[in-house]
């Protein structure tokens, strides 16, 4: 009963935005609450729900996803993005830039969540695409992969790192296995599915690019662009490796661990830009908080829907669908690696979140590790592709693909939930050929 009150419910969200054209936060939140009082959630506990996983998910991404539009948006005003932009485009040639963004989203992917890398490298896919003149999608769909690629399969992200806790794996042998199977997953998902879905060609949004075109004395370089931009990439890769290779009483693993959260490595990348993009490049304090309106307003609606996705996410959690499930594909006899990626996608699905999605199944899976025998590395991996596939809306990062890349509901299916759905089943694949040679 409960997973066909999940598919109605999933199934009510799509009619209310499709056919009755809701706004998709209302949509989200409607949805949330009929389907928490027919799992059987208490009615008095179904607005606390709700506001636990708004509250939850906006205040881990509020801060990070404001931020970002800030950087992202000191940095198109600026010209630093059509710096950044056009030394790529010249040096990898048009034909090749999807390839170069792919490159750019690997590399930025694998200390940040996926969240943070999308709305950091957001205004540079916008940039690049408007410089080069080519689809929108024909590089937001490398960049996309590649970040949740790394999501899945690459330590030192904090994803995989935490599955490798809990399996015991070592994160070495983790990231080497892990790298075998995302570099080809990385090139099918990316640049190779884009061919696919080349009819999808939606226009970039107005609020979140700047189109005008700067001249050369306009610009920053591309040295001072790259430096602001990564300057939370670096904060953020130091605090993982400090977590992995420094005692807790280390000094320098608490600083390195505060300057590495991203709230705290976005804001100071912010403070960065605003002198490197705007101070030092001539403008007031004024026309700076002018700029941060902007960006703030521009993704307002943004964040509230990613918050109406945690919503939903958070009724069918404490609802108790999320464990139901776990419980049901946990009690049949399958391979310890093919059981471990289907309780993790089965639990993608209802819950949405890939970070819960993994981290419920690696606690369902764990025991399993010990009794077969079986490699805790290519458990981790097979965990991690499990949480990734499909994406369905109750999942913030489907809100966030199709709303910054201006998409109806059924090209977000088509492209995002697509390509994840790529993602996870070429992992599986990739851990199962491992399994054979070790």
């Known amino acids: 009963m409960p997973l066909i009150i999940l598919a109605v419910g999933i199934v009510l969200l799509f009619f209310l935005i499709v056919k009755v054209k809701l ?85 930025v992917g694998i200390a940040l969540f996926y969240e943070i890398g999308f709305v950091l490298l957001i205004p540079l896919v916008f940039t690049i695409a408007a410089s080069a003149h080519i689809p929108l999608l024909e590089v937001g769909i490398p960049m996309a992969a590649a970040l949740s690629v790394t999501h899945g399969f690459l330590p030192p992200h904090p994803g995989p790192t935490a599955i490798s806790v809990i399996y015991n794996a070592d994160i070495g042998l983790t990231l ?69 290779t420094l005692p807790k009483d280390n000094v320098a693993y608490h600083v390195l661990t505060f300057l590495g959260t991203p709230d705290m490595a976005l804001t100071i990348a912010v403070a960065i830009a605003f002198f490197t993009f705007g101070i030092n490049r001539g403008k007031s304090i004024s026309e700076i908080m002018k700029v941060v309106e902007n960006a703030i307003t521009a993704i307002a609606m943004i964040l509230l829907i990613v918050g109406g996705g945690g919503a ?73 592709a499990g949480s990734l596939i499909v994406s369905p809306p109750n999942d913030p990062g489907f809100w966030l693909f199709k709303e910054f ?23 599986l694949i990739g851990v199962l050929v491992i399994s054979m040679f070790i």
């Open 312 to 384: 939903l996410k958070q009724i069918l959690i404490d609802s108790g669908v999320g464990k139901y499930i776990g419980d049901i594909v946990g009690a049949t006899n399958l391979s310890p690696l093919f059981l471990a990626w289907g309780v993790a996608a089965v639990i993608r699905i209802a819950c949405g979140s890939a970070t819960v999605a993994a981290l419920t199944a690696g606690g369902i899976a764990a025991p399993i590790v010990s009794v077969t025998g079986v490699s805790p590395e290519l458990m981790v991996l097979a965990t991690g």
């Open 405 to 427: 890349f201006g998409l109806t509901i059924k090209e977000t299916v088509r492209t995002w939930c697509a390509l994840e759905t790529i993602i996870s089943v070429m992992g």
């Open 23 to 107: 706004n998709a936060f209302l949509s989200l939140l409607l949805v949330a609450g009929i389907v928490g009082f027919a799992e059987g959630l208490p009615i008095d506990k179904i607005i606390p729900t709700i506001e636990k996983g708004l509250g939850g998910t906006l205040g881990g991404l509020a801060i990070v996803v404001s931020f970002g539009a800030i950087l992202g948006k000191l940095m198109a005003e600026s010209g630093g993005a059509q710096r950044i932009a056009m030394t790529l485009i010249n040096t990898f040639g048009r034909k090749r830039v999807k390839w170069a963004v792919c490159l750019t989203g690997f590399i």
């Open 176 to 244: 080497v296995y892990g790298a075998l199977i995302a570099i080809p997953t990385v090139i099918v998902a990316g640049p190779l599915f884009y061919d696919t879905v080349t009819g999808i060609n939606p226009d970039i949004p107005k609020k979140l690019y700047n189109p005008k075109v700067f001249t050369e004395e306009e610009m920053p370089s591309f040295g001072i662009s790259i430096f602001t931009a990564l300057v939370p990439v670096v904060l953020m890769a130091a605090s993982a490796i400090a977590k992995l």
